[in-house]
C-alpha cells in the first residue's frame, strides 16, 4: 500500500543507520525540518511581528489531533512532556488522605514518580503485580475498593511491548465507579502507542491522557499532547497558573482570574512552539498514509522480527500475541552487553533495557533491515 521508496526518502537516517528505536528517542523526518526552518527564519528576520500567523498554526495543530484521536479540540492541550501531563492530573484532583491509585508495577518512571510523589498528602499507591510483564484484569478489578480515585496505566508497556486493552480497563473503572458511587479516574500514559497505533479515544472512557511527539509520533522532544475529557474538566484544577490560563490571556491589564473552560486551562505560559509545529509536520505524514496503514506495516514488522528471532531460538520476551502486540521486540541474548556493543558499531540504533534488547521499527523500516539486524545478533 506503500512507496516505500518514496516515505524513506523523507527519512534522512535512513542513509546512516538501520534505526529500529523508535520506542526511546525517534529521527526528525524532512517535514519538520521544514517548518522548522520557516519558523527560524521568521523569528530571525521578524522576530514577534506578524505572531498571530503562527498562534493560529497551534490552534490548527490542536483541531487536528482532537481529530486525529476522534476527541473534542476544547479537550487537548499542548504538554511539554508525558511526566508533565500525568503531574497534572495527580496534583489536579482533590485527593482525601487515605485514598488509592493504582498502577502496574512493571510502569515507566513517568507514570510511578507523579503518584508516588501524592505519598506526601496521604495518598496510598497500590501496585498491581504483573505476572510475565502481562496485566491480570482480574487482579486489577480486585484490588480496586472504595478508596481508590485513580487506576493509571500505559497503552503499550515499554519493556515488553505489551498493549493493553483500553477497552476492558475503562469499562472496569466505570463499573466500580458505579458500585462505590463515587467516580475513579481512568488515565493512560499513551506514548508507547501514539504515532504507532490507531486511537478512537470516542470509544473508551478514558479520562486523562498525556504522551510526548519525541516517540513514535516522530516529533521533536519538549512538546506533547494532553487530552482531558470534557466531563471532568471542572474536577482538575491546575496545579500551576499563568497568563495563559484565563479565558482573556492577551488582556494583561485587566486582572480577572476566570480559568479557561477548557483543556488549555493546562497551559500555563509560553509554550514550546518549534517543537509543537514539529507535532503538526507528523500528523500531516500520518494523516497522508493514514494510521491504520501505519498500524498495519508496524505490527507486521514486528511479527516479522519475532518470527526471526524465534527462528535462532532467541528467548523472547514480548508476548507473540495479536491482541496485545505492539511495535516493541523484546528478547534476551546470552551475551547483551557484547551483542548490543556489536550492533551498534554496525550502524544499528536500538535499546538495551535493564537486561534485555529492545528494537521498535516504524513504518519507515523494511523487512531488509529487519534481516538484517538478527542475521548479525
Not at 498562534?55 to 484521536?69: D, L, P, S, V
Request: hydrophobic content about 40%; overall charge neutral.
Amino acid at each position: 500500500m506503500f512507496n516505500i521508496n518514496e516515505i524513506r526518502k523523507n527519512f534522512p537516517v535512513t542513509k546512516n543507520l538501520i534505526y529500529l528505536d523508535h520506542a526511546a528517542v525517534s529521527p526528525l523526518h524532512n517535514g519538520s525540518k521544514i517548518v522548522l526552518e520557516a519558523y527560524t527564519e521568521h523569528f530571525l528576520n521578524q522576530g514577534i511581528r506578524n505572531y498571530d500567523y503562527w498562534y493560529e498554526k497551534t490552534e490548527q495543530i490542536r483541531e487536528n489531533f482532537a481529530k486525529f484521536i476522534k476527541a473534542d479540540k476544547l479537550e487537548i492541550a499542548f504538554i511539554k512532556s508525558t511526566s508533565a501531563g500525568l503531574s497534572m492530573l495527580a496534583n489536579g484532583i482533590n485527593f482525601q488522605e487515605g485514598e488509592n491509585v493504582i498502577i502496574p508495577d512493571i510502569e515507566f518512571p513517568s507514570n510511578i514518580y507523579p503518584w508516588l510523589n501524592l505519598q506526601r498528602k496521604g495518598v496510598n499507591v497500590k501496585f498491581l503485580k504483573c505476572e510475565q510483564g502481562i496485566l491480570d484484569l482480574n487482579k486489577l478489578e480486585s484490588l480496586i475498593d472504595e478508596k481508590t480515585r485513580v487506576v493509571s496505566v500505559s497503552w503499550v508497556q515499554f519493556t515488553n511491548g505489551y498493549k493493553v486493552d483500553l477497552a476492558k480497563i475503562s469499562k472496569i473503572c466505570r463499573n466500580k465507579s458505579n458500585q462505590y458511587e463515587k467516580k475513579i479516574y481512568f488515565c493512560v500514559d499513551a506514548i508507547q502507542g501514539l504515532g504507532a497505533l490507531e486511537l478512537d479515544i470516542s470509544k473508551f472512557n478514558i479520562d486523562f491522557l498525556a504522551a510526548d511527539g519525541h516517540k513514535w509520533f516522530l516529533a521533536a522532544e519538549g512538546a506533547g499532547f494532553l487530552y482531558c475529557n470534557k466531563n471532568i474538566l471542572d474536577d482538575i484544577q491546575p496545579a500551576t497558573v499563568g497568563w495563559k490560563s484565563v479565558i482573556n490571556p492577551l488582556d494583561f491589564t485587566n486582572i480577572h482570574f476566570d480559568l479557561e473552560k477548557s483543556a488549555k486551562k493546562f497551559e500555563e505560559g509560553s509554550m514550546n512552539l518549534a517543537g509543537i509545529l514539529t507535532l503538526g509536520a507528523s500528523l500531516e505524514l500520518f494523516n497522508k498514509y493514514g494510521i491504520n496503514n501505519i498500524e498495519n506495516r508496524i505490527l507486521n514488522l514486528s511479527k516479522y522480527a519475532f518470527k526471526l528471532l524465534q527462528e535462532k531460538n532467541i528467548e523472547l520476551i514480548t508476548k507473540n500475541e495479536d491482541f496485545c502486540r505492539s511495535g516493541i521486540i523484546s528478547f534476551k541474548t546470552k551475551n547483551i552487553n557484547a551483542d548490543y556493543e556489536k550492533l551498534l558499531k554496525l550502524n544499528v540504533q536500538f535499546s538495551k533495557r535493564g537486561e534485555s534488547l529492545r528494537i521498535s521499527p516504524h513504518f519507515y523500516n523494511t523487512k531488509q533491515e529487519i534481516e538484517y539486524f538478527v542475521d548479525n545478533l
